[in-house]
């Protein structure tokens, strides 16, 4: 019977190889993630005080954010030290406006032909997430994930809440995942020097990344989901017209493949929604659980939901369940699907992996 291993930022937040040059920068979590991206803002402004990789977008974003949160500096960007932000809550804010308060524009009485700006800030939001951890995580791969993927054996699957691939990039290195353990289906693949098949072997172990993935991409006119099966996708790619491998189309739009972290977040997109559906059914298997840094938040209800329905209620009050987390409180909150009788606490990752050494 297979094990699972569910990860989420905290996980990430071990890696300790990074070759960034920004000081002080470590792959965020939600509630610092403004602060690691102001750090990397800072790396890309030039003299004249704009920034290369985003325009005038990055300008905006934080004029906007200065107004919501009643920020008033002469340096605006230090709003983003502000403790009141978190990625899920400003996202969240721009996602309403766009959907409740921006709905109908009025000038004078009239309607106002004016776009909302929140698509556009929301984009912005979700790109500046990918470069921060883009550039946090830039380096060899992780020698704490690569211990973690040694642990595994034929047939164990991983739920990855995370947009990295650290994971990915482990499993790979062990020989353990193909280009079919994602459970995705890809029409073409990046390997470094061009666009060749996917690989069709069988994977040892899955991965299933339900909030999507930073090597995931999508062209904007076919559809393709398309793999980059080493490297993270870089603004080359993204935000730039090119030119799809499926229908050549010109000057299309490359989009990543993610979730947006939205207090709501929407799994409607065909290829996420069947990432959940397997999700689902590889539940069924499963006869142990160990959670790495995901802290399984209180508003995160479709996972909640995903685990209670996944596996059936007396075999769920059987499984043993570990939890390798900083803050104890984590272990309640998976008490409260699992037996608790049968919810083991770990505090960390590194004396996950020596307990496991020691066996």
């Not at 996602?95 to 929140?118: C, H, N």
């Not at 353990?176 to 289906?185: M, N």
């Not at 989901?225 to 000057?251: F, I, Q, Y």
């Not at 309640?332 to 066996?359: A, E, G, H, M, T």
Request: net charge neutral; charged share 25%; glycine share 6%.
């Amino acid at each position: 019977m297979p094990k699972l291993y569910i990860i989420g930022a905290g996980c990430s937040k071990n890696y300790s190889q990074s070759t960034t040059k920004i000081p002080g920068l470590s792959s965020p979590l939600d509630k610092d993630f403004f602060q690691m991206a102001k750090k990397y803002l800072q790396s890309e402004y030039r003299d004249d005080g704009t920034s290369f990789r985003f325009g005038d977008d990055i300008d905006h974003l934080i004029r906007d954010l200065c107004e919501m949160y009643a920020y008033y500096s002469e340096n605006t960007i230090d709003v983003l030290d502000d403790n009141r932000l978190s990625l899920e809550n400003v996202m969240t804010a721009f996602s309403l406006r766009m959907e409740i308060f921006d709905r109908f524009l009025y000038t004078y009485g009239y309607p106002d032909q004016r776009m909302s700006v929140a698509p556009r800030r929301l984009y912005t939001l979700l790109e500046l997430a990918a470069r921060t951890f883009s550039e946090a995580l830039k380096g060899p791969v992780c020698k704490k994930h690569l211990e973690l993927a040694g642990l595994m054996t034929p047939g164990d699957i991983v739920f990855s809440y995370n947009y990295d691939i650290l994971m990915d990039n482990a499993l790979r290195e062990a020989r353990k995942l193909t280009d079919a353990g994602y459970f995705l289906s890809f029409y073409k693949v990046f390997d470094g020097s061009g666009w060749t098949r996917p690989e069709d072997d069988d994977s040892s172990v899955s991965i299933l990344k339900l909030h999507g993935s930073l090597n995931w991409l999508r062209c904007s006119i076919c559809n393709s989901n398309l793999l980059m099966r080493h490297t993270k996708v870089g603004e080359w790619l993204t935000g730039l017209p090119n030119s799809c491998p499926k229908c050549d189309a010109g000057s299309v739009y490359i989009e990543r493949l993610l979730v947006p972290p939205l207090l709501t977040k929407n799994y409607g997109d065909p290829a996420i929604n069947y990432l959940w559906l397997q999700a689902e059914r590889c539940l069924e298997k499963v006869n142990e659980i160990v959670v790495i840094g995901y802290s399984l938040p209180q508003t995160d209800f479709a996972s909640e939901a995903l685990l209670r329905r996944g596996i059936e209620g007396k075999t769920r009050l059987k499984i043993p369940v570990t939890v390798v987390d900083i803050d104890e409180g984590v272990k309640r909150r998976f008490s409260r699907i699992f037996n608790p009788d049968n919810v083991k606490w770990v505090n960390s990752f590194d004396k996950y992996l020596d307990s496991q050494r020691r066996k």
